[in-house]
Protein backbone atom coordinates (compact mmCIF):
# COMPACT_ATOMS: atom_id res chain seq x y z
CA UNK A 1 0.00 0.00 0.00
CA UNK A 2 1.15 3.38 -0.98
CA UNK A 3 1.68 5.83 2.50
CA UNK A 4 3.33 8.46 0.93
CA UNK A 5 3.13 11.03 -2.09
CA UNK A 6 5.18 14.27 -2.43
CA UNK A 7 2.98 16.42 -4.83
CA UNK A 8 0.80 13.92 -5.94
CA UNK A 9 3.60 11.42 -6.89
CA UNK A 10 3.59 8.50 -4.76
CA UNK A 11 6.30 7.48 -3.10
CA UNK A 12 8.01 10.35 -3.91
CA UNK A 13 10.83 12.60 -1.76
CA UNK A 14 11.17 15.42 -0.44
CA UNK A 15 14.52 17.60 -1.86
CA UNK A 16 17.12 18.67 0.55
CA UNK A 17 16.84 22.14 -0.43
CA UNK A 18 13.48 22.38 0.50
CA UNK A 19 12.52 24.64 3.40
CA UNK A 20 10.42 22.59 5.28
CA UNK A 21 13.37 19.92 5.33
CA UNK A 22 16.00 23.27 6.59
CA UNK A 23 13.77 25.84 8.57
CA UNK A 24 10.73 24.01 9.45
CA UNK A 25 9.50 26.78 7.25
CA UNK A 26 5.62 25.53 6.35
CA UNK A 27 2.46 24.11 8.11
CA UNK A 28 0.84 20.53 8.38
CA UNK A 29 -2.53 18.88 9.46
CA UNK A 30 -3.08 15.43 11.32
CA UNK A 31 -6.73 14.28 10.42
CA UNK A 32 -8.69 11.62 11.26
CA UNK A 33 -10.00 8.80 8.30
CA UNK A 34 -13.16 7.34 9.38
CA UNK A 35 -14.92 5.08 7.55
CA UNK A 36 -13.61 6.45 4.59
CA UNK A 37 -13.88 9.87 5.02
CA UNK A 38 -11.76 12.57 6.48
CA UNK A 39 -12.91 14.35 9.49
CA UNK A 40 -13.58 17.92 9.27
CA UNK A 41 -11.28 18.02 6.13
CA UNK A 42 -12.63 21.64 5.09
CA UNK A 43 -11.99 22.89 8.27
CA UNK A 44 -8.31 21.47 8.57
CA UNK A 45 -7.34 22.92 4.92
CA UNK A 46 -8.84 26.04 5.79
CA UNK A 47 -6.61 26.42 8.75
CA UNK A 48 -3.46 25.44 6.28
CA UNK A 49 -4.70 28.36 4.00
CA UNK A 50 -4.87 31.07 6.96
CA UNK A 51 -1.37 29.59 8.43
CA UNK A 52 0.42 29.87 5.03
CA UNK A 53 -1.30 33.76 5.01
CA UNK A 54 0.49 34.27 8.28
CA UNK A 55 3.95 32.82 7.26
CA UNK A 56 3.67 35.16 3.93
CA UNK A 57 2.89 32.81 1.69
CA UNK A 58 -0.45 31.77 -0.47
CA UNK A 59 -1.76 28.18 -0.07
CA UNK A 60 -5.54 27.03 -1.25
CA UNK A 61 -5.99 22.91 -1.99
CA UNK A 62 -6.59 22.31 -5.27
CA UNK A 63 -9.02 19.98 -7.10
CA UNK A 64 -6.42 17.32 -7.87
CA UNK A 65 -5.34 17.31 -4.13
CA UNK A 66 -8.67 17.67 -3.25
CA UNK A 67 -9.13 14.25 -5.16
CA UNK A 68 -6.19 12.75 -3.98
CA UNK A 69 -7.17 13.08 -0.51
CA UNK A 70 -10.55 11.62 -0.97
CA UNK A 71 -9.33 8.81 -3.13
CA UNK A 72 -7.18 7.94 -0.39
CA UNK A 73 -9.33 7.91 2.30
CA UNK A 74 -11.94 6.15 0.62
CA UNK A 75 -9.92 3.05 1.00
CA UNK A 76 -9.62 3.24 4.32
CA UNK A 77 -11.82 2.31 7.19
CA UNK A 78 -9.80 4.29 10.68
CA UNK A 79 -6.34 5.82 9.98
CA UNK A 80 -4.32 8.85 10.57
CA UNK A 81 -3.80 10.96 7.60
CA UNK A 82 -1.20 14.16 7.54
CA UNK A 83 -0.62 16.90 5.19
CA UNK A 84 2.52 18.96 5.30
CA UNK A 85 3.26 22.03 3.47
CA UNK A 86 6.14 23.66 2.94
CA UNK A 87 7.30 26.76 1.29
CA UNK A 88 9.39 24.89 -1.80
CA UNK A 89 13.01 24.52 -1.86
CA UNK A 90 15.14 27.31 -1.51
CA UNK A 91 18.51 28.53 -1.68
CA UNK A 92 21.26 28.83 1.55
CA UNK A 93 19.72 31.27 4.03
CA UNK A 94 16.38 32.40 6.17
CA UNK A 95 15.24 34.64 3.09
CA UNK A 96 12.06 33.29 1.54
CA UNK A 97 12.47 33.17 -2.19
CA UNK A 98 10.34 35.62 -4.44
CA UNK A 99 9.08 32.29 -6.35
CA UNK A 100 7.23 30.20 -4.41
CA UNK A 101 6.35 26.57 -5.22
CA UNK A 102 4.35 25.24 -2.08
CA UNK A 103 5.65 21.36 -1.65
CA UNK A 104 2.58 19.28 -0.78
CA UNK A 105 3.38 15.96 1.42
CA UNK A 106 0.01 13.57 2.09
CA UNK A 107 1.14 10.80 5.05
CA UNK A 108 -0.67 7.71 5.75
CA UNK A 109 -0.29 6.04 8.99
CA UNK A 110 -1.92 3.29 11.36
CA UNK A 111 -4.20 5.15 13.86
CA UNK A 112 -2.95 4.85 17.59
CA UNK A 113 -4.87 1.71 19.07
CA UNK A 114 -4.78 3.27 22.92
CA UNK A 115 -6.75 6.25 21.64
CA UNK A 116 -10.38 3.92 22.16
CA UNK A 117 -9.30 3.31 26.02
CA UNK A 118 -8.02 7.15 26.22
CA UNK A 119 -11.80 7.99 25.46
CA UNK A 120 -13.37 5.58 27.74
CA UNK A 121 -11.15 5.40 30.78
CA UNK A 122 -9.41 8.63 31.01
CA UNK A 123 -5.69 10.04 31.36
CA UNK A 124 -3.41 11.10 33.57
CA UNK A 125 -0.79 14.22 33.20
CA UNK A 126 1.96 14.88 34.44
CA UNK A 127 3.45 18.68 34.52
CA UNK A 128 6.45 18.91 31.97
CA UNK A 129 9.70 20.94 33.28
CA UNK A 130 10.14 22.30 29.50
CA UNK A 131 8.12 25.50 28.86
CA UNK A 132 6.73 27.01 25.88
CA UNK A 133 8.34 30.33 24.33
CA UNK A 134 6.08 33.31 23.50
CA UNK A 135 5.95 34.22 19.92
CA UNK A 136 2.51 35.76 18.75
CA UNK A 137 3.61 35.83 14.89
CA UNK A 138 3.59 32.23 15.30
CA UNK A 139 1.14 31.47 18.22
CA UNK A 140 -2.07 29.13 16.87
CA UNK A 141 -0.04 27.85 14.16
CA UNK A 142 0.48 24.36 13.98
CA UNK A 143 4.22 25.05 11.49
CA UNK A 144 6.60 22.45 11.03
CA UNK A 145 9.27 23.85 13.88
CA UNK A 146 8.19 21.17 16.56
CA UNK A 147 11.30 21.45 18.60
CA UNK A 148 9.81 22.12 22.05
CA UNK A 149 6.97 19.56 21.63
CA UNK A 150 10.47 17.17 21.11
CA UNK A 151 11.75 18.10 23.93
CA UNK A 152 8.86 17.46 25.95
CA UNK A 153 8.48 14.08 24.26
CA UNK A 154 11.84 12.90 25.20
CA UNK A 155 11.41 13.10 28.50
CA UNK A 156 10.65 9.63 29.85
CA UNK A 157 7.14 9.87 31.53
CA UNK A 158 6.71 8.16 34.27
CA UNK A 159 4.55 4.80 33.36
CA UNK A 160 1.30 6.55 35.84
CA UNK A 161 1.03 9.08 33.55
CA UNK A 162 -0.15 9.44 29.95
CA UNK A 163 0.57 12.94 28.89
CA UNK A 164 2.69 15.71 29.28
CA UNK A 165 0.50 18.84 30.70
CA UNK A 166 2.61 21.70 29.52
CA UNK A 167 2.77 25.81 30.62
CA UNK A 168 4.71 28.50 28.81
CA UNK A 169 7.60 30.45 30.76
CA UNK A 170 4.69 32.34 32.23
CA UNK A 171 3.68 29.90 33.94
CA UNK A 172 -0.06 29.88 32.41
CA UNK A 173 -1.21 26.41 31.38
CA UNK A 174 -1.37 25.90 27.62
CA UNK A 175 -1.89 22.20 26.35
CA UNK A 176 -0.60 18.75 26.74
CA UNK A 177 1.98 17.68 24.47
CA UNK A 178 -0.66 16.60 21.87
CA UNK A 179 -3.85 18.32 22.40
CA UNK A 180 -5.83 21.41 23.47
CA UNK A 181 -7.20 21.56 27.24
CA UNK A 182 -10.34 22.68 28.56
CA UNK A 183 -11.48 22.62 32.51
CA UNK A 184 -15.29 22.72 33.47
CA UNK A 185 -16.59 24.21 36.48
CA UNK A 186 -20.91 23.65 36.45
CA UNK A 187 -22.09 26.17 33.04
CA UNK A 188 -18.57 27.70 32.89
CA UNK A 189 -16.05 26.31 30.62
CA UNK A 190 -12.41 27.84 30.29
CA UNK A 191 -9.68 27.20 27.54
CA UNK A 192 -6.77 28.34 27.44
CA UNK A 193 -5.60 31.80 25.69
CA UNK A 194 -3.06 30.63 22.72
CA UNK A 195 -2.36 34.60 21.48
CA UNK A 196 1.29 33.87 22.79
CA UNK A 197 1.82 30.22 22.64
CA UNK A 198 -0.01 26.52 21.39
CA UNK A 199 -2.14 25.43 18.59
CA UNK A 200 -5.08 26.56 17.79
CA UNK A 201 -6.66 22.75 17.14
CA UNK A 202 -10.05 22.52 15.01
CA UNK A 203 -11.27 19.89 17.29
CA UNK A 204 -10.96 23.07 19.91
CA UNK A 205 -13.07 25.06 17.51
CA UNK A 206 -15.57 22.56 17.07
CA UNK A 207 -15.85 22.32 20.74
CA UNK A 208 -16.10 25.36 21.59
CA UNK A 209 -18.77 25.61 18.98
CA UNK A 210 -21.18 22.58 20.28
CA UNK A 211 -20.84 23.82 24.15
CA UNK A 212 -21.87 27.41 22.25
CA UNK A 213 -25.28 25.67 20.93
CA UNK A 214 -25.48 23.92 24.51
CA UNK A 215 -25.83 26.59 26.38
CA UNK A 216 -22.11 26.91 27.94
CA UNK A 217 -20.30 29.57 29.22
CA UNK A 218 -17.23 29.24 26.83
CA UNK A 219 -14.52 31.76 27.72
CA UNK A 220 -10.91 31.70 26.53
CA UNK A 221 -8.51 33.51 29.42
CA UNK A 222 -4.96 33.04 30.80
CA UNK A 223 -5.27 29.68 32.91
CA UNK A 224 -3.37 28.89 35.63
CA UNK A 225 -2.24 25.48 37.42
CA UNK A 226 -4.07 26.57 40.45
CA UNK A 227 -7.46 27.11 38.56
CA UNK A 228 -6.63 24.05 36.53
CA UNK A 229 -6.79 22.11 39.92
CA UNK A 230 -9.50 23.57 41.22
CA UNK A 231 -11.55 22.41 38.31
CA UNK A 232 -14.05 20.15 38.37
CA UNK A 233 -13.69 18.80 35.28
CA UNK A 234 -10.54 18.54 33.06
CA UNK A 235 -11.00 17.38 29.01
CA UNK A 236 -8.05 17.15 26.02
CA UNK A 237 -9.15 17.84 22.64
CA UNK A 238 -7.53 16.83 18.87
CA UNK A 239 -8.68 15.78 15.96
CA UNK A 240 -7.50 12.22 16.25
CA UNK A 241 -8.98 11.30 19.86
CA UNK A 242 -12.25 13.91 19.65
CA UNK A 243 -12.10 14.41 23.71
CA UNK A 244 -10.90 12.88 26.44
CA UNK A 245 -11.45 13.19 30.05
CA UNK A 246 -8.36 14.20 32.24
CA UNK A 247 -9.10 11.75 35.85
CA UNK A 248 -5.59 12.80 37.13
CA UNK A 249 -3.11 15.80 36.83
CA UNK A 250 0.01 15.04 39.18
CA UNK A 251 -1.92 14.32 42.80
CA UNK A 252 -5.02 16.09 41.58
CA UNK A 253 -8.01 13.23 40.84
CA UNK A 254 -10.44 14.47 38.47
CA UNK A 255 -14.26 12.95 37.90
CA UNK A 256 -15.64 11.84 34.07
CA UNK A 257 -17.67 14.77 32.86
CA UNK A 258 -21.05 13.45 31.49
CA UNK A 259 -21.16 16.23 29.34
CA UNK A 260 -18.01 14.35 27.25
CA UNK A 261 -19.74 11.72 26.15
CA UNK A 262 -22.80 13.89 24.72
CA UNK A 263 -19.81 16.08 22.94
CA UNK A 264 -18.60 12.98 21.60
CA UNK A 265 -21.73 11.75 20.06
CA UNK A 266 -22.84 15.69 18.84
CA UNK A 267 -19.37 15.72 16.79
CA UNK A 268 -19.28 12.37 16.18
CA UNK A 269 -16.20 11.34 17.48
CA UNK A 270 -16.42 8.41 19.12
CA UNK A 271 -13.82 5.42 19.21
Given at each position: ?????????????V??S??????????????????????????H???????????G??W??????????E???????R????????????G??YA???????T??????????????W?????????????????????????????????????????????W?????????I??????L???????V????????????????Q??????????N?K?A???I??L??????????S??G???V?????????????????????????
Amino acid sequence: MVTRWVNGIPESFVSVSDRGFNYGDGLFATMRIECGRIQLLNCHLARLSQGAMRLGFCWQASSELMTLLEDIASKLNRACIKLQLSRGQGGRGYAAPESVNVTEVISVSDFPQHYQQWQQQGIKLCRSDIQLGQQSRLAGIKHLNRLEQVLIKSSVLHQLYQDWLVLDCNNNVIESSVANLFIINDKQVITPSIHYSGVAGVMREQVIIALLELGYNVKIADLSISELFAAEHIWLTNSLFGIVDVIQVEQQHKPISLLSAVLRQRLSVQL
